[in-house]
Every structure is written in structure tokens, then in C-alpha cells.
């Protein structure tokens, strides 16, 4: 039996935006998933990657390469960029109640030939390209808006070669400097960060990159946010990995820089092909919800600022979210909306389980009349709907106290498991 207690006197601050996600509704092709994406209240979409669905526009959106098409072109030249498809994208994204966070970049590149992994021939025009971007989307430029775009991520991955940076590393640094100099020159009220790199192991990448932006110490590089990935099969390793990019950040001098895990999903190995197999089927299945709900937990009581789930895309395996053919939700959707509960509510307070494998989330509103208690039991078993052996079920007590009334506490339990797959 696994033990949670919960003192809903004592308050730990807000529910942060772990139920984020990278990418949005599907609302142009075929069966959409609009009303389902809106009611989750995803905080964030992170748009990487969104130039492989056309669902959002396909080759015509978001990247760099698909806004700016001709780099020799002039940057200063309304002409020279394609807006619409990337537009139509975010009043998607907008539509459903949900913040843009805008990756400057290009798509992951598998393919045997290379375009926007490419590194610019031309680091300040580049940068110049951004600050078009940006301005068409908040001042208006070029029969633009001003949608309040707030996050905005210079590149993804640079330490992936070849398929995010067809370069060396060190060919990289001046890119992320250039850019951050220019872009918060431009926009000191705006956030602007990165690398989103592909995960805290990758230190070969880190301690160079963060020697070179504070190599000047009375003039550091910009870096409202340090980005960074990771996929695992233990939700203990997001906290594991926030509190070592804590330690970077207070290292080099970026003690203030958001916390931002923005790709994260279950993968139990990357090879072989058995392996990385079962992680697809495991992403849509009960397990994934477990594991969804665990991970989310555990990074609200760690460091981060930010958690993005990778993807909400409908036409990839990593969507564990939306069926691919019905558009319908996935176990994995439930526990988003569990979390987004206690989101609602405002405010987290102290929760704790005598079990490793049992995480929990309590959240109370302001006017302390109501509160909710999330639960995750997640083990990385065999089974993919919990119901293989009998260390797949777990037993629960709940105590709590600081919450009663007069009248007593009236309570309802919803559950998500084999027998419940909805909730």
C-alpha cells in the first residue's frame, strides 16, 4: 500500500505549465481535434517540427526556410517573406487558448540531403530575418499582428550532427550570440533564449557553449531561458536533468534564466528497433498516461519553468494525445486534463507518497473552498495497460488535512486504468 498525505495549509506557490506541448490543433486537413485540443488548456505549443504536418502548412510554415525561401534576397523587403500559411497556423494555435512559443530554426533534417541544418551564410542577416519575424508577428510589419508572442527560441539542437546543425559545434556559439544580442537589442521586453539541446548529457556541447557566451564577463550573451530536451523512461530524470541545468545556469552567471524542458516524451531505448517500437505503442497506451502524469508531477516540484510535451502533432508517433484516424483523445489527453485541473485551481500545496513509484499533486483555489489531489502510479513494466501482473496494480490510502467544512467534504474519485480509460 502506497501512503499520500496532503496539508492543504500549507501552500507551495502556483501550478506551473507542465501540460504544455509542442504544436496544435490539426483545423485544416480531414477530421480535427480542435475541440479537444482547446478544452485540455495547453498552456504553450512550441511550433518545432511543425513544417512536417500540413496540417499546419507543411513546407510553407514556421521554419525559417519557408518564410525567408531566398537568402540572398532583401531582409529589409516585405516581398521577400511568405507569411501566410504560418499565419493562418498560429490563429489556430491562438483560437484554442493557447500561447505561442516560437522556435527560430528550422525542422529536424533525416533525410540524406540537408536544407535548413544548413548553417547561415550569413549570421547577422540571419539574425535580421528573426527580427522581421518577430516584428510582422507583434508590431504589425508587413501586413502583420500583434499577437504578444512572448517566447522566442533561437535553433534546436545544434549538437545533433547533421540532421539540426550541418556544422561543428564552435560554428554554432557565434550564431546564438549574434542572434540574442541583436534580437533583445530590439526587443528587451521580449523572451529570448535557447539552445534547446538535445538533452543535459550532451556536455561536450554545454560547458564550451556557455564558456563562449560569458567569455566577456561584464558583457554575457542574452539568455532570458536555457532550453533543453530529453526523453526517458523514468520520470525521476526530468528532475534529475532541471536541477543540473540549474546548476549550469547558476555557474555561468544565469542564476534568472527560465528553466525550459520543451521536448520530453517515453522512450525506453533508442535501439534496437523492438525497443523503440514498444516506446511508440507504449506513448498511446495507459502506460503512457501513467507515465505522462508522473512526468508532469515531477517537473512541477523540480526547478523547471516550462515542460512541453513532444507532440501534439496528429501525424506522428509521438503523438500520443490524438488518435490518428479518429482525432479522438488518448489515454495520455486524460492525464493532461488532470493536471490542467489542478491548474485551474491555482495554487500547489504540500503532498507527499511513501512510494517511489507513486507521485501525487495537490491544488487548492483561492477562496480555499475547493481542491483537487492528482495521483500517478507508474512503473516502467512490460505491460501496456496495466494489466500484465499483479506489481501493475497498486493500492492507495489518502490522508489530508487544513481542507473540511462544517457539512463535512464532498469528494469525487476519477480514475484512469484498464477499466477506466477515460475520465
Not at 525567408?68 to 504560418?86: G, H, K
Not at 549538437?159 to 546564438?176: K, N, V
Not at 513509484?357 to 501496456?384: C, F
Amino acid at each position: 500500500m502506497a501512503h499520500i498525505t496532503v496539508d492543504f495549509t500549507k501552500k507551495n506557490g502556483p501550478v506551473k505549465p507542465m501540460n504544455s506541448v509542442n504544436n496544435g490543433p490539426a483545423v485544416t486537413r480531414g477530421l480535427g481535434n480542435f475541440e479537444a485540443y482547446r478544452d485540455a488548456e495547453f498552456p504553450f505549443a512550441r511550433i518545432h517540427d511543425a513544417a512536417f504536418s500540413p496540417s499546419y502548412g507543411g513546407q510553407h510554415a514556421v521554419d525559417i526556410i519557408n518564410i525567408f525561401p531566398d537568402f540572398d534576397r532583401d531582409e529589409n523587403d516585405p516581398a521577400s517573406y511568405d507569411f501566410d500559411l504560418t499565419d493562418e497556423y498560429m490563429e489556430a494555435i491562438m483560437s484554442a487558448g493557447t500561447e505561442v512559443f516560437f522556435r527560430l530554426g528550422n525542422k529536424i533534417e533525416h533525410e540524406s540531403k540537408r536544407y535548413g541544418s544548413i548553417p547561415p551564410k550569413d549570421y547577422g542577416k540571419w539574425a535580421r530575418i528573426c527580427e522581421h519575424i518577430i516584428r510582422h508577428m507583434n508590431e504589425g510589419w508587413a501586413n502583420g499582428h500583434h499577437y504578444g508572442i512572448r517566447y522566442w527560441e533561437i535553433w534546436n539542437e545544434p549538437d545533433l550532427h547533421p540532421q539540426c546543425w550541418e556544422g561543428e559545434d564552435e560554428d554554432f556559439f557565434p550564431l546564438y550570440d549574434i542572434a540574442a544580442r541583436h534580437l533583445k537589442a530590439c526587443f528587451p521586453d521580449l523572451k529570448i533564449g535557447g539552445p534547446a539541446v538535445t538533452s543535459m548529457e550532451a556536455r561536450w556541447f554545454l560547458d564550451p557553449f556557455f564558456r563562449y557566451m560569458t567569455r566577456n564577463p561584464e558583457d554575457p550573451t542574452p539568455m532570458d531561458f536555457f532550453s533543453f530536451h530529453r526523453y526517458a523512461s523514468d520520470p525521476a530524470q526530468y528532475g534529475k536533468d532541471a536541477r543540473l541545468a540549474k546548476e549550469y545556469c547558476d555557474k555561468y552567471g544565469y542564476g534568472n534564466a527560465e528553466l525550459i524542458l520543451n521536448e520530453w516524451n517515453y522512450v525506453r531505448h533508442w535501439t534496437p528497433k523492438e525497443e523503440i517500437l514498444y516506446s511508440y505503442y507504449a506513448n498511446h497506451a495507459l502506460k503512457g498516461a501513467a507515465f505522462v502524469a508522473g512526468s508532469m508531477i515531477e517537473a512541477q516540484h523540480s526547478p523547471l519553468d516550462h515542460f512541453m510535451y513532444y507532440d501534439a502533432r496528429i501525424d506522428t508517433h509521438w503523438n500520443g494525445l490524438f488518435d490518428f484516424y479518429t482525432r479522438g483523445p488518448l489515454p495520455p489527453y486524460h492525464a493532461m486534463c488532470a493536471f490542467r485541473d489542478c491548474r485551474r485551481l491555482g495554487t500547489e500545496v504540500f503532498s507527499a507518497s511513501d512510494d517511489g513509484n507513486v507521485r501525487s499533486l495537490a491544488a487548492v483555489n483561492e477562496a480555499g473552498d475547493e481542491a483537487a489531489v492528482m495521483i500517478s502510479y507508474y512503473r516502467d513494466a512490460v505491460s501496456l495497460d496495466g494489466s500484465g501482473t499483479e506489481a501493475d496494480t497498486q493500492t492507495l490510502r489518502l490522508d489530508w488535512t487544513g481542507f473540511a467544512s462544517e457539512n463535512g467534504v464532498d469528494a469525487e474519485y476519477l480514475l484512469l486504468d484498464g477499466s477506466h480509460p477515460t475520465i
